[in-house]
């Protein structure tokens, strides 16, 4: 089976570009699985079931959504091995712009859109920095020189990526990016014993376990201040 | 420069030696507030694990990048005179599998090609094969050349480096700049120095195809309709890398649409234009028949085919008038149908 980790900012296009993408592959006879991890609610489920693609879906709920995915992409890597997928797609969306849970020898692809502001590419970290491949979506509403200079700023921070336009609605680029995703002489079993592309953030405090009331007093563990002096 | 090398230079030195290294370290908000003039080494050693972690930074991961960032711009600078002086499609089949109706498709820089042919029977995917350098390898078959040879993989994955640039009717600008803003932050994209001259030329050409003027400080979103699709037609005549240009369904646009492609032609791009308006298709020199999925023919414009284009011109210059009259709060008579 291959892996392949998509993430990105909310509405970027992940799923809209994914489905396109799965079309193309099961014209090729392969079959396609699909988890979606977010933090409170997903329909995104239903629009893969609607595509004939098998998914399951996991709400982190109250936990940092990075960290949820990273507990538990190993368990879903393992269901979709039996499933006998040829290809399993993760989705998750960068919630925070800080993380990125890619994990080193998986592919990792950054779906953003030309939309979401010039200095985005900026904004976001190693989720867009770490990727193999950024996927730059809604090219269809924005001119040419726009698409033009928000492509320049994902060069600027992730030059060792493949750059792509895909358009999630007629699906432009898609039968293109699904060649770079599949792989035929990839395999993974399992994802024991491999290592994330980068750590996560410590986030440890008391509010992480719970704590509800504000206020000095109740904050515990590893708390940070703003600095409004020199701010 | 190896990766020893570089950890040597201070971020100052490096961006005397590589001007366009200034995006690159713009981007790197954990360079914010230390010392430009230390060298790289130094400011690693300054970095603790809190530090890099607040920054999301990896230090192995920073100079890799560093030292592709500096290689690929080399490579995009050095390339920069490389000219597309022709590009071939060699056929592969329909839908169904049958082969394509023609030897061997050129098109060269200043002409113009149509496509013709009912939607979804295969213009998108023309595009995506020529945006894609096809070998073979998609749906189609269809093979690409860039001037006779096997192209260079930069154009399928390079950001930089893209053959085909597009415009149509959905699209809008987006961003919360005047015209002349807007345009200093496309021609910085591409590395442009001197950029100043070009920025009028932009606009002066824009001006000429749309029928209102604006100035350099209105906002790209106060522009109306035409005066927007006039703007990204002569920028990307003048300013976008790519020699390739696709023109989908301006019909209606409320521009100039003959200059329009003289500006286009004029800065040698090749023009390939989706269209069922017999003034524009007959305006090119060539145009595609597509059908189930193929190119079923290749058609050169006839001297015949050039005779009705001028009278269908004059016809159009006649719809203008009235336009312009209309607009102008005059009542049409009979004169205004004569030629
Ligand atoms: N115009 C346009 N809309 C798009 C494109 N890609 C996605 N969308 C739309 O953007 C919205 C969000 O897409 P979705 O795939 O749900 O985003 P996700 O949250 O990243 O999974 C949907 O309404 C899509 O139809 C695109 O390339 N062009
Ligand atoms: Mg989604």
Same mark, same amino acid.
């Given at each position: 089976?291959?892996?392949?980790?998509?993430?990105?900012?909310?509405?970027?296009? &992940?799923?809209?570009?994914?489905?396109?993408?799965?079309?193309?592959?099961?014209?090729?006879?392969?079959?396609?699985?699909?988890?979606?991890?977010?933090?409170?609610?997903?329909?995104?489920?239903?629009?893969?079931?609607?595509?004939?693609?098998?998914?399951?879906?996991?709400?982190?709920?109250?936990?940092?959504?990075?960290?949820? =995915?990273?507990?538990?992409?190993?368990?879903?890597?393992?269901?979709?091995?039996?499933?006998?997928?040829?290809?399993?797609?993760?989705?998750?969306?960068?919630?925070?712009?800080?993380?990125?849970? @890619?994990?080193?020898?998986?592919?990792?692809?950054?779906?953003?859109?030309?939309?979401?502001?010039?200095?985005? *590419?900026?904004?976001?970290? *190693?989720?867009?920095?770490?990727?193999?491949?950024?996927?730059?979506?809604?090219?269809?509403?924005?001119?040419?020189?726009?698409?033009?200079?928000?492509?320049?700023?994902?060069?600027?921070?992730?030059?060792?990526?493949?750059?792509?336009?895909?358009?999630?609605?007629?699906?432009?680029?898609? @039968?293109?990016?699904?060649?770079?995703? =599949?792989?035929?002489?990839?395999?993974?079993?399992?994802? &024991?014993?491999? &290592?994330?592309? =980068?750590?996560?953030?410590?986030?440890?405090?008391?509010?992480?376990? /719970?704590?509800?009331?504000?206020?000095?007093?109740?904050?515990? /563990?590893?708390?940070?201040?703003?600095?409004?002096?020199?701010? | 420069?190896?990766?020893?090398?570089?950890?040597?230079?201070?971020?100052?030195?490096?961006?005397?030696?590589?001007?366009?290294?200034?995006? #690159?370290?713009?981007?790197?908000?954990?360079?914010?507030?230390?010392?430009?003039?230390?060298?790289?080494?130094?400011?690693?050693?300054?970095?603790?694990?809190?530090?890099?972690?607040?920054?999301?930074?990896?230090?192995?991961?920073?100079?890799?990048?560093?030292?592709? #960032?500096?290689?690929?711009?080399?490579?995009?600078?050095?390339?920069?005179?490389? !000219?597309?002086?022709?590009?071939?499609?060699?056929?592969?089949?329909?839908?169904?599998?049958?082969?394509?109706?023609?030897? !061997?498709?050129?098109?060269?820089?200043?002409?113009?090609?149509?496509?013709?042919?009912?939607?979804?029977?295969?213009?998108?995917?023309?595009?995506?094969?020529?945006?894609?350098?096809?070998?073979?390898?998609?749906?189609?078959?269809?093979?690409?050349?860039?001037?006779?040879?096997?192209?260079?993989?930069?154009?399928? #994955?390079?950001?930089?480096? !893209?053959?085909?640039?597009?415009?149509?009717?959905?699209?809008?600008?987006?961003?919360?700049?005047?015209?002349?803003?807007?345009?200093? %932050?496309?021609?910085?994209?591409?590395?442009?120095?001197?950029?100043?001259?070009?920025?009028?030329?932009?606009?002066?050409?824009?001006?000429?195809?749309?029928?209102?003027?604006?100035?350099?400080?209105?906002?790209?979103?106060?522009?109306?309709?035409?005066?927007?699709?006039?703007?990204?037609?002569?920028?990307?005549?003048?300013?976008?890398?790519?020699?390739?240009?696709?023109?989908?369904? +301006?019909?209606?646009?409320?521009?100039?649409?003959?200059?329009?492609?003289?500006?286009?032609?004029?800065?040698?791009? +090749?023009?390939? $234009?989706?269209?069922?308006?017999?003034?524009?298709?007959?305006?090119?020199?060539?145009?595609?028949?597509?059908?189930?999925?193929?190119?079923?023919?290749?058609?050169?414009?006839?001297?015949?085919?050039?005779?009705?284009?001028?009278? %269908?011109?004059?016809?159009? +210059?006649?719809?203008?008038? $009235?336009?312009?009259?209309?607009?102008?709060?005059?009542?049409?008579?009979?004169?205004?149908?004569?030629?």
């Amino acid at each position: 089976m291959n892996l392949v980790t998509i993430s990105g900012p909310p509405s970027s296009g &992940k799923t809209a570009v994914i489905l396109k993408t799965a079309e193309s592959l099961k014209q090729r006879g392969l079959k396609i699985g699909a988890v979606k991890f977010d933090c409170l609610y997903t329909d995104d489920d239903v629009a893969y079931e609607k595509a004939g693609i098998p998914v399951k879906k996991g709400l982190s709920g109250s936990l940092c959504p990075d960290h949820y =995915f990273v507990s538990n992409i190993e368990a879903v890597t393992a269901w979709g091995v039996e499933e006998k997928f040829d290809l399993l797609v993760s989705e998750s969306a960068g919630l925070c712009n800080r993380c990125s849970p @890619y994990v080193k020898d998986i592919k990792a692809v950054c779906v953003i859109d030309n939309l979401s502001g010039i200095n985005t *590419p900026r904004k976001i970290g *190693p989720m867009l920095r770490m990727a193999d491949i950024v996927v730059i979506t809604k090219g269809d509403i924005v001119s040419q020189a726009e698409r033009e200079v928000f492509a320049a700023g994902v060069y600027a921070v992730n030059p060792g990526a493949v750059i792509m336009h895909v358009n999630g609605l007629t699906g432009q680029g898609a @039968y293109e990016l699904s060649t770079l995703l =599949f792989d035929e002489n990839q395999h993974i079993d399992t994802l &024991k014993g491999k &290592k994330l592309r =980068f750590s996560m953030p410590s986030a440890l405090c008391s509010y992480c376990l /719970g704590e509800t009331r504000i206020g000095e007093s109740y904050q515990m /563990g590893n708390v940070r201040k703003i600095d409004l002096k020199n701010n | 420069m190896t990766q020893n090398e570089i950890l040597q230079q201070s971020p100052q030195v490096l961006i005397e030696k590589y001007p366009f290294l200034t995006s #690159f370290f713009d981007g790197q908000h954990w360079m914010a507030d230390l010392n430009p003039t230390r060298s790289l080494a130094e400011l690693f050693a300054l970095i603790d694990e809190g530090f890099a972690e607040d920054h999301a930074f990896d230090a192995d991961a920073f100079i890799g990048q560093l030292i592709d #960032f500096i290689t690929e711009m080399q490579a995009f600078i050095g390339n920069d005179t490389f !000219k597309v002086n022709k590009l071939t499609i060699l056929p592969g089949t329909n839908k169904s599998g049958e082969p394509e109706g023609f030897e !061997k498709l050129d098109f060269e820089p200043k002409t113009i090609t149509s496509i013709v042919g009912p939607t979804g029977s295969g213009k998108s995917r023309l595009l995506a094969d020529i945006e894609w350098v096809a070998q073979g390898d998609t749906p189609t078959r269809r093979k690409m050349l860039i001037n006779e040879q096997l192209p260079d993989s930069a154009w399928r #994955f390079s950001g930089n480096k !893209k053959l085909v640039a597009q415009l149509s009717q959905n699209m809008n600008f987006v961003m919360d700049l005047t015209v002349k803003e807007f345009l200093e %932050l496309h021609a910085k994209s591409r590395m442009v120095s001197d950029a100043d001259d070009l920025i009028n030329r932009i606009i002066s050409s824009a001006n000429e195809l749309a029928g209102e003027k604006f100035s350099p400080d209105t906002a790209i979103t106060a522009l109306s309709g035409g005066q927007s699709r006039a703007l990204m037609i002569a920028d990307t005549a003048l300013l976008s890398q790519s020699p390739v240009v696709l023109i989908d369904e +301006i019909e209606n646009a409320g521009i100039d649409r003959k200059k329009a492609l003289e500006i286009l032609t004029g800065e040698d791009k +090749i023009v390939l $234009m989706a269209t069922h308006d017999p003034l524009l298709a007959l305006m090119a020199d060539q145009r595609i028949v597509i059908k189930n999925g193929g190119i079923h023919s290749v058609i050169k414009t006839s001297a015949e085919e050039r005779a009705l284009l001028a009278e %269908l011109e004059k016809a159009d +210059i006649k719809h203008q008038k $009235m336009r312009t009259a209309l607009r102008s709060g005059a009542v049409l008579q009979g004169e205004n149908l004569k030629y």
